[in-house]
């Protein structure tokens, strides 16, 4: 795929945008290839570094400009996406806001199938150890007092060579989130995402578990764990 540089293939996907050269040193670098993913707050791209192109990476821009009194707290939201560390969580590399206005996120291409994907095959266990690891790579988020933000079947990933244990990998974390994004919105998006689950893959009875009591991604965890694994 040939490459282009984020203000150009930006400026193609919002062409009522004008675009300048980005702000992010990481940015300017990367070429994107393509548009892999899209939902009513951001377009994300597959893109590649040339110094190392054999490095994969997405990059998931808003699709509406930063207002001008949005610009701190956005800029505070980056900074805590940066400072996100977990082994559930796909490593975010850079996220600011780009001289486009509009705000990004830089993070690691994995290779691999949304759970959703192969939930029919899975036991109600090996569904809850999944589903556990997504929450506690949640409640990494929510300890930097920020929301994912877009929580949905394809930002649960199931890496590739994945064996028996299947811990999964949350992804897609939202550039700039819609205005009712909340730690507790995600618990409950994570929280439907199961029971959508449990419908399609029933297995053993009461496989869907009551989980309604869980307010807050380590309580969701916990109580996964402690009714099927």
């Not at 029919?120 to 007092?145: K, V």
């Not at 009712?180 to 029971?195: F, G, K, Q, Y």
Request: aromatic content about 4%; glycine content about 6%; charged content about 20%.
């Amino acid at each position: 795929m040939s490459g282009l540089c984020p203000a150009c293939l930006l400026g193609q996907a919002l062409a009522d945008d004008t675009t300048s050269e980005t702000s992010g040193a990481l940015l300017a670098a990367l070429h994107l290839d393509a548009i892999v993913r899209e939902s009513d707050e951001h377009r994300v791209f597959l893109a590649h570094d040339p110094a190392t192109p054999a490095d994969w990476l997405t990059v998931s821009f808003s699709k509406r400009r930063v207002d001008s009194a949005e610009v701190d707290a956005v800029t505070r939201r980056t900074q805590a996406l940066c400072a996100v560390r977990h082994p559930g969580v796909v490593p975010i590399h850079d996220a600011g806001i780009a001289d486009t206005g509009h705000a990004y996120v830089i993070a690691a291409f994995l290779a691999g199938r949304p759970l959703h994907e192969r939930v029919r095959d899975l036991s109600a266990t090996t569904r809850a150890q999944a589903f556990a690891s997504a929450a506690d790579a949640l409640d990494a988020f929510h300890r930097r007092h920020i929301a994912h933000g877009h929580i949905h079947a394809a930002s649960v990933i199931v890496p590739r060579g994945s064996g028996e244990r299947l811990d999964a990998i949350l992804t897609d974390a939202a550039p700039l989130p819609a205005g009712n994004a909340s730690p507790a919105a995600d618990v409950e998006a994570l929280r439907d995402l199961w029971t959508q689950m449990a419908r399609i893959a029933p297995g053993e009875p009461g496989a869907g578990g009551d989980l309604s009591a869980c307010r807050t991604a380590a309580d969701l965890a916990s109580t996964l764990r402690r009714l099927f694994v």
